[in-house]
């Protein structure tokens, strides 16, 4: 796949977003805690990564979700919980780009769902192969009892998925419906992931 320069700039500018994204919504105190599981946090650093993956496709989406892990590095030092970060964005925009590969009508509700089961499912099975090697630790709370985990997990992962691709949609969305010329410099009049 050839980048050229508008992809490029654009990759810069969506990735760049998700980084004041992140620190603003922290050091605000705007992050909202997932009620059963509270290290776990609501946030909108995921709509960048989807409207990247919308403009430009898989790879500078992919770029994008590299830039927020590496943000997210940056600020906290957690090389655990910025991995997570990343390969949870990644697995959405994956399972997105699937659902676009193989629905020809409804792709936006096909795209929608096989990108919230890829998160969900990519999350909670790097989640217990993490618990299981010793890396990450279970409240004791859901020790034994590791489906009432899983499933929160995967509540979670289901919440925070919506939240990027909803996002996502809506803002390409707008802007494909009220000002597709700029649709087509922003992309370089190449196709965009719906078209």
Not at 25 to 52: A, E, M, Q, R
Request: charged share 15%; hydrophobic share 50%; with cysteine.
């Amino acid at each position: 796949m050839k980048i050229n320069t508008k992809t490029l700039a654009g990759t810069a500018i969506l990735a760049a977003l998700v980084v004041v994204f992140d620190y603003t919504l922290k050091y605000s105190n705007l992050k909202i805690p997932f009620p059963w599981l509270p290290y776990l946090k609501f946030d909108f650093t995921g709509i960048p990564v989807v409207l990247s993956f919308l403009f430009f496709g898989l790879i500078p989406g992919t770029f994008t979700s590299v830039i927020a892990s590496v943000a997210i590095l940056a600020r906290s030092g957690d090389v655990i919980g910025s991995s997570m970060k990343g390969i949870a964005e990644f697995s959405t925009i994956l399972g997105m780009a699937i659902g676009l590969k193989l629905f020809k009508r409804f792709r936006i509700v096909g795209s929608s769902v096989f990108g919230v089961a890829s998160r969900v499912l990519i999350m909670v099975c790097i989640n217990f192969l993490l618990i299981y090697a010793g890396i990450l630790s279970i409240s004791t709370t859901y020790a034994d009892i590791p489906i009432t985990f899983a499933l929160l997990l995967g509540f979670f992962n289901m919440i925070q998925g919506m939240i990027s691709i909803v996002g996502g949609y809506s803002i390409y969305e707008a802007i494909r419906r009220r000002a597709p010329s700029l649709v087509k410099k922003i992309t370089g009049d190449k196709h965009t992931a719906l078209e």
